[in-house]
């Protein structure tokens, strides 16, 4: 492997050409017309275009990625994340033509991504999962299954993820405008519309454990993240580790993520996801991820790996570059998205000219970002412009650290999410970590201690 087509853009598209560019590989990346002059593209060895502004006409499409890696001499491809990053078509189209995919193996993708497989493959293991049911369709008596799973209900896309396709019902008679609606965002999103059920968690936190396997059978789990500050499914704040989870679970956390890979035979980087109980004290498998993650730098952070030089390596058929007792954890790292959203308007998408840009500096502090002053935020993507991630001794030390780093952070000419994230450092139940995955959308905290 010397050359790697980049099949993605922005800032994963950036630490990608880095990793690339650390270990000695020479970088092309596939980028879409207004992506030709992006930052990505001034630091790949070459560029691309594969299309269009619509990701339909460029990122999605696996012949014209596949494509181009050939044509421009590439002998593989790392497709990031979102985008075709967890689509099986492309794994076995560069499997098909001779490309090393830096990722899982299509069958490892196929498996794990249809999310009713998965539950059953991970019930074998004697792992729980979140009650809920198999497959159901407009002929299924939706009534009788959602009693059975026990109100609310979350109906969720068999198919995907991300928060597509998904639609809490509290009662019966919202079922079947519910169904139809989520069946049809899940169509629209991943082309495919079936649907399962799965019992709401009122208190529930969003745990996350990150492994690494090679093609020789050794697997490493990297701790677990806390993914728990969320809006809409969407995450927006990760830390790692999670300050609910004691010694003991995440001893049964990293056990029961390390089971399920070796149990697939799975290869290269991915991410085991649990939902925990608060009130019971007890997690279910939720869903496997087959990619690197948005929120990989916090284990990088803590742990001291190289997440995407160890994908490179392991696509390159090495075996992994350390052992499980040589993972260890130091301190508490803190992620925060940066969007281009304006949160005062439900958070909606702001394109526009960044015509100031300054991110913090300093001890502990990472920037991921594809953003430079003067640069154009298209309308046609994810809104994520960076990824500011800090590190500190401890949970308090990081937090102060996030506080400061935030408030240093200027952009100028278009709406951010930095305010909002501010305001989430300066809570006092998220400081002593008492929130879950609803905590934002119920206002749940103390009196004068609300978002702004």
Same mark, same amino acid.
Request: with cysteine; charged share 20%; proline share 5%.
């Given at each position: 492997? $010397?050359?790697?087509?980049?099949?993605?853009?922005?800032?994963?598209?950036?630490?990608?050409?880095?990793?690339?560019?650390?270990?000695?590989?020479?970088?092309?990346?596939?980028?879409?017309?207004?992506?030709?002059?992006?930052?990505?593209?001034? =630091?790949?060895?070459?560029?691309?275009?594969?299309?269009?502004?619509?990701?339909?006409?460029?990122?999605?499409?696996?012949?014209?990625?596949?494509?181009?890696?050939?044509?421009?001499?590439?002998?593989?491809?790392?497709?990031?994340?979102?985008?075709?990053?967890?689509?099986?078509?492309?794994?076995?189209?560069?499997?098909?033509?001779?490309?090393?995919?830096?990722?899982?193996?299509?069958?490892?993708?196929?498996?794990?991504?249809?999310?009713?497989?998965?539950?059953?493959?991970?019930?074998?293991?004697?792992?729980?999962?979140?009650?809920?049911? $198999?497959?159901?369709?407009?002929?299924?008596?939706?009534?009788?299954?959602?009693?059975?799973?026990?109100?609310?209900?979350? =109906?969720?896309?068999?198919?995907?993820?991300?928060?597509?396709?998904?639609?809490?019902?509290?009662?019966?008679?919202?079922?079947?405008?519910?169904?139809?609606?989520?069946?049809?965002?899940?169509?629209?999103?991943?082309?495919?519309?079936?649907?399962?059920?799965?019992?709401?968690?009122?208190?529930?936190?969003?745990?996350?454990?990150?492994?690494?396997?090679?093609?020789?059978?050794?697997?490493?789990?990297?701790?677990?993240?806390?993914?728990?500050?969320?809006?809409?499914?969407?995450?927006?704040?990760?830390?790692?580790?999670?300050?609910?989870?004691?010694?003991?679970?995440?001893?049964?956390?990293?056990?029961?993520?390390?089971?399920?890979?070796?149990?697939?035979?799975?290869?290269?980087?991915?991410?085991?996801?649990?939902?925990?109980?608060?009130?019971?004290?007890?997690?279910?498998?939720?869903?496997?991820?087959?990619?690197?993650?948005?929120?990989?730098?916090?284990?990088?952070?803590?742990?001291?790996?190289?997440?995407?030089?160890?994908?490179? %390596?392991?696509?390159?058929?090495?075996?992994?570059?350390?052992?499980?007792?040589?993972?260890?954890?130091?301190?508490?790292?803190?992620?925060?998205?940066?969007?281009?959203?304006?949160?005062?308007?439900?958070?909606?998408?702001?394109?526009?000219?960044?015509?100031?840009?300054?991110?913090?500096?300093?001890?502990?502090?990472?920037?991921?970002?594809?953003?430079?002053?003067?640069?154009?935020?298209?309308?046609?993507?994810?809104?994520?412009?960076?990824?500011?991630?800090?590190?500190?001794?401890?949970?308090?030390?990081?937090?102060?650290?996030? %506080?400061?780093?935030?408030?240093?952070?200027?952009?100028?000419?278009?709406?951010?999410?930095?305010?909002?994230?501010?305001?989430?450092?300066?809570?006092?139940?998220?400081?002593?970590?008492?929130?879950?995955?609803?905590?934002?959308?119920?206002?749940?905290?103390?009196?004068?201690?609300?978002? $702004?």
């Amino acid at each position: 492997m $010397t050359r790697v087509l980049v099949a993605n853009r922005g800032e994963i598209a950036v630490r990608v050409i880095q990793a690339c560019r650390e270990l000695g590989l020479a970088t092309v990346l596939a980028a879409s017309e207004p992506d030709r002059e992006s930052l990505p593209a001034q =630091l790949a060895d070459r560029v691309v275009c594969i299309g269009p502004a619509l990701p339909a006409q460029s990122y999605l499409r696996v012949g014209t990625i596949v494509t181009a890696a050939l044509g421009v001499g590439a002998d593989a491809i790392h497709p990031g994340y979102g985008f075709l990053a967890e689509q099986p078509e492309l794994a076995a189209a560069c499997a098909a033509h001779g490309l090393v995919f830096i990722g899982p193996t299509p069958e490892n993708i196929r498996n794990m991504g249809d999310k009713l497989v998965a539950r059953r493959l991970v019930q074998t293991l004697n792992i729980p999962v979140v009650p809920g049911s $198999t497959l159901i369709d407009e002929a299924a008596d939706i009534k009788s299954i959602a009693s059975r799973v026990g109100f609310p209900v979350l =109906l969720k896309a068999a198919a995907g993820g991300g928060g597509k396709g998904m639609k809490i019902v509290h009662t019966d008679d919202a079922l079947e405008t519910a169904y139809k609606e989520a069946a049809a965002a899940a169509r629209a999103a991943f082309g495919d519309g079936r649907l399962y059920l799965e019992r709401v968690i009122p208190n529930a936190r969003h745990l996350e454990v990150q492994i690494l396997a090679d093609r020789f059978g050794q697997i490493v789990h990297l701790f677990e993240r806390d993914c728990s500050v969320q809006r809409r499914y969407q995450k927006l704040v990760e830390e790692a580790p999670s300050p609910v989870v004691s010694e003991a679970m995440r001893t049964q956390l990293c056990r029961a993520a390390l089971k399920i890979a070796a149990a697939i035979g799975y290869e290269n980087a991915g991410t085991v996801e649990f939902i925990l109980d608060q009130d019971q004290g007890v997690f279910y498998f939720l869903e496997m991820n087959t990619r690197i993650q948005v929120e990989h730098p916090v284990t990088e952070l803590i742990t001291g790996v190289d997440l995407v030089q160890e994908q490179l %390596r392991i696509a390159q058929g090495g075996a992994l570059s350390l052992t499980q007792d040589q993972v260890q954890m130091r301190g508490h790292a803190l992620e925060c998205r940066i969007n281009a959203e304006s949160p005062e308007a439900d958070f909606r998408p702001a394109p526009g000219r960044i015509t100031q840009w300054q991110a913090p500096q300093g001890t502990g502090i990472r920037v991921d970002t594809h953003c430079v002053p003067g640069y154009q935020v298209p309308p046609f993507y994810d809104s994520l412009l960076a990824k500011l991630i800090v590190a500190g001794s401890s949970r308090t030390a990081a937090i102060e650290r996030m %506080r400061t780093a935030l408030n240093a952070f200027t952009v100028c000419g278009i709406d951010t999410t930095i305010p909002f994230l501010a305001s989430i450092m300066q809570r006092s139940d998220f400081a002593a970590g008492q929130f879950n995955t609803r905590w934002l959308e119920e206002g749940v905290g103390s009196p004068g201690d609300k978002l $702004t």
